[in-house]
């Protein structure tokens, strides 16, 4: 189908605006967004085989028909422009969005039917991969963890064009690691945590004890950490209905809080709730293992093992994940383990690459036997 025939099954008095990349048709019969085939995260396009994102900002028009309307009669078609035409992919219903100011900043919508594997390889293609982080941090957590966090944050990190932190920005009376990891996040403000979070430096509050400050909570703030700020790299502090300390301290902590919000907040994720214990048959590369005992804070011991970027174990056996900053990331890891954060349970002596592939491997078997109790995963984020 050409671009204006699909334009005009949004029917008469249409008017057409972009949004991230797309084209937004809002008529009187139906909405109708155009977009690329691309491999994007910030762009408007295809997210999976069941989800289509709409990136703003869109104008209040816009926001009103996706959000205010969402559950009126008027369908939303969604197109992608491929070879030869436009592809229909089918009807969108809006599951979230996001709005500021009047706008829409991001509109996640249902794809029904949802995509068939050869559909999605066409309209969502995997583009070339990201160069791949350096892993120096790896090498560097023996000798200085502050060091050690810089050159993570600088290779998994986007920095979205901010000016570097003004001298006073970052109050000078903190420890080293604190001033150090302020410092890099104000450049990159996911580094401050998606799931849990370190408070900006302009939050910092007195703690329950008169000597700490509370410098980061959990999700839910049923915990938050505390530290001595007059102490170099001072024991970390998790309060809840007792006080417990971190089994790192300020330094080493700042590591792994990185490590678990990269994880958690990757752009990419591929799960497998069930895996099998792991096979030393597929062993076939060796992976680092971070330095830093275990946290208490994610309320189960954790364990840090690395590809590129890192990569962390859980035990017992319960669940693998595999996390990347690009689609295209996936498919290189699954057969090299880079340019991805890989979460792998098991055995830490025999968890790697090819071990956490096999897991994803062999649930997606499961599942699709009917053996196993869990939605499909999605296939744009599968091996």
Do not use: K
Not at 32 to 43: F, N, R, S, T
Not at 90 to 102: H, I, K, L, Q, T
């Amino acid at each position: 189908m050409g671009e204006e025939a699909a334009c005009s099954l949004a029917g008469g008095h249409a008017r057409s605006s972009t949004a991230g990349g797309a084209r937004v048709v809002l008529g009187a019969d139906a909405s109708v967004i155009l977009c690329d085939a691309v491999d994007e995260p910030g762009v408007s396009g295809v997210w999976s085989g069941q989800l289509f994102r709409l990136m703003g900002p869109a104008s209040a028009v816009v926001r009103a028909r996706m959000v205010d309307e969402s559950d009126g009669p008027l369908p939303v078609h969604l197109f992608v422009r491929v070879f030869g035409g436009c592809r229909y992919l089918g009807v969108g219903r809006p599951v979230y969005s996001s709005c500021a100011a009047g706008e829409l900043l991001q509109c996640d919508l249902r794809i029904e039917p949802p995509l068939a594997p050869e559909v999605l390889d066409e309209v969502r293609p995997t583009g070339r991969s990201p160069q791949t982080p350096s892993l120096d941090w790896l090498t560097r957590l023996g000798e200085d963890r502050v060091r050690a966090l810089g050159h993570f944050a600088t290779g998994w990190y986007p920095r979205p064009g901010l000016a570097p932190a003004a001298p006073g920005a970052v109050p000078a009376d903190l420890p080293r690691a604190l001033r150090e990891f302020y410092r890099l996040a104000y450049q990159r403000p996911g580094m401050l945590g998606g799931q849990n979070r370190i408070l900006p430096a302009t939050e910092l509050r007195p703690g329950a004890d008169p000597r700490r400050v509370v410098f980061g909570e959990e999700n839910q703030l049923c915990f938050h950490w505390e530290l001595d700020p007059a102490e170099v790299d001072p024991v970390v502090w998790l309060t809840a209905a007792e006080d417990s300390a971190e089994r790192e301290p300020l330094s080493g902590f700042l590591m792994q809080f990185s490590l678990f919000e990269a994880m958690a907040g990757a752009p990419y994720l591929a799960q497998a709730w069930y895996p099998p214990v792991p096979s030393r048959s597929y062993r076939t590369s060796p992976t680092g293992c971070a330095p830093c005992r275990s946290g208490r804070g994610g309320g189960r011991p954790t364990r840090r093992r690395s590809t590129s970027p890192p990569a962390s174990s859980h035990a017992p056996v319960t669940w693998a994940t595999a996390c990347s900053r690009s689609r295209s990331a996936h498919s290189t890891a699954a057969h090299y383990g880079r340019s991805v954060n890989w979460a792998s349970t098991g055995r830490p002596s025999t968890d790697d690459v090819a071990t956490t592939r096999h897991h994803l491997d062999t649930h997606a078997r499961r599942r699709d036997a009917g053996r196993c109790g869990c939605s499909p995963p999605e296939r744009a984020v599968r091996p």
